[in-house]
């Protein structure tokens, strides 16, 4: 499913006035209702609440949050407005775990990464594969290595006012790998991620509160990196794992080793899974096996997090002709959440169930022209419902 944006037309009103009968303004709305949604099942966020609490209490303490999803989460829209409001309440713990925007995923931070020369993307989709069938994703379940000899990434970091800790997450395996890496203008850092084991290796740095530049260059062989990392000492951060096309399904195939290293670096306190829309507009998959697929999945998530708070978010609203379906995976959800310990929040209710979308496409922004995905004010909206909801009247 594309990402865009439908450009509406609004006739403005006009005040056609005279001395003897002036006319009253025309009320057209600029917004359509966007309905206040409560988190069902509430009590299972209570380390997460607890977390918040003691951030409060001592500044200097740490919450994350890792929020996986499809690709109304890769957009990081909603997420982003979740992103900003939390850390200006509780304190900005920096930009999470990226990756480039050409990997599928855009993120709205000040980080900056960008690559030059080359990199081939390394994931399993559902129309089609990019890569080896191999698992070895990492956390995010994309991951990247070089198309061609000598293409860079380069990770750009803004002043910040306080120092903060880069790490490079990669892929060590018995096969040749190398890259090297420059600070600023220092020298050339050689990485070899050849190892006798599969498994993580980090190349870990901390920064000052200056601005910094990373370039990360391939060197030799087939070196695979997962991601980057750019964590400030305390706060709040929120990590954006979503994925164009995905499900949560393919949570399944993640190499279950490489994803427990990387969880037990990043500690998250509270967990999100937003998937569903990809799965209700599959006419062939049936709910039986949806719902084995998902709570496998979540089992998993759980399994690798269990000190963590779990949310399932259920899939936004369509157009009538999906609602069916749509409701169908919802309910899904909402008693897989109950059955296996996590809070549930329902995002189609914002704008009044699954099928009530056609609401919200009458107004500027609103929703996508594919009438999929959400435009950028209609993810506003719902990112501010979602982190109210979060917050419980905090």
């Excluded at 190349?203 to 990196?225: L, N, Q, S």
């Excluded at 059955?339 to 209710?349: M, P, Q, T």
């Amino acid at each position: 499913m594309s990402q865009g944006t439908r450009a509406l037309a609004l006739t403005a009103a006009t005040l056609v006035a005279s001395a003897a009968w002036p006319r009253a303004r025309a009320q057209i709305p600029v917004r359509p209702p966007v309905y206040p949604v409560a988190i069902e099942n509430r009590g299972a966020l209570a380390h997460f609440d607890r977390a918040l609490a003691s951030l409060t209490e001592d500044p200097t303490e740490r919450v994350r949050v890792i929020h996986w999803g499809d690709s109304n989460v890769a957009a990081d829209l909603w997420t982003a407005i979740t992103r900003d409001t939390l850390q200006a309440r509780f304190g900005n713990g920096g930009s999470g775990y990226l990756l480039p925007r050409t990997h599928g995923s855009w993120h709205r931070v000040p980080v900056r990464l960008t690559t030059d020369g080359g990199w081939a993307v390394r994931r399993r989709g559902f129309t089609e594969g990019f890569g080896p069938n191999d698992g070895l994703w990492g956390i995010a379940g994309v991951a990247m290595e070089p198309a061609r000899p000598g293409a860079t990434l380069t990770v750009e970091l803004p002043e910040a006012g306080v120092g903060r800790t880069f790490e490079l997450h990669l892929l060590a395996r018995p096969r040749p790998g190398r890259l090297e890496v420059r600070i600023d203008g220092g020298p050339w850092e050689e990485l070899s991620t050849r190892q006798s084991r599969i498994g993580l290796l980090v190349y870990r740095r901390f920064f000052d509160a200056g601005p910094h530049r990373v370039r990360i260059r391939h060197a030799g062989g087939v070196p695979r990196i997962l991601g980057v990392t750019v964590d400030r000492p305390h706060g709040v951060t929120y990590d954006v794992m979503g994925i164009n096309g995905h499900r949560a399904s393919a949570i399944n195939g993640w190499n279950e080793a490489l994803l427990a290293d990387q969880l037990r670096r990043r500690r998250p306190d509270l967990v999100v899974l937003s998937y569903g829309g990809n799965e209700a507009l599959d006419p062939n998959l049936g709910f039986g096996v949806y719902e084995q697929q998902t709570r496998d999945a979540i089992r998993r998530i759980r399994h690798l997090t269990p000190r963590a708070s779990c949310l399932l978010v259920g899939p936004l609203a369509t157009f009538p002709r999906h609602a069916e379906r749509m409701a169908r995976v919802t309910d899904i959800q909402r008693r897989l959440a109950t059955e296996l310990g996590c809070a549930f929040w329902d995002s189609s209710a914002t704008s009044g169930g699954p099928g009530s979308l056609r609401r919200w496409a009458r107004f500027p922004g609103m929703v996508g022209s594919d009438h999929l995905h959400l435009g950028r004010v209609g993810y506003e909206a719902v990112g501010r419902g979602f982190v109210a909801a979060l917050l419980g009247g905090r």
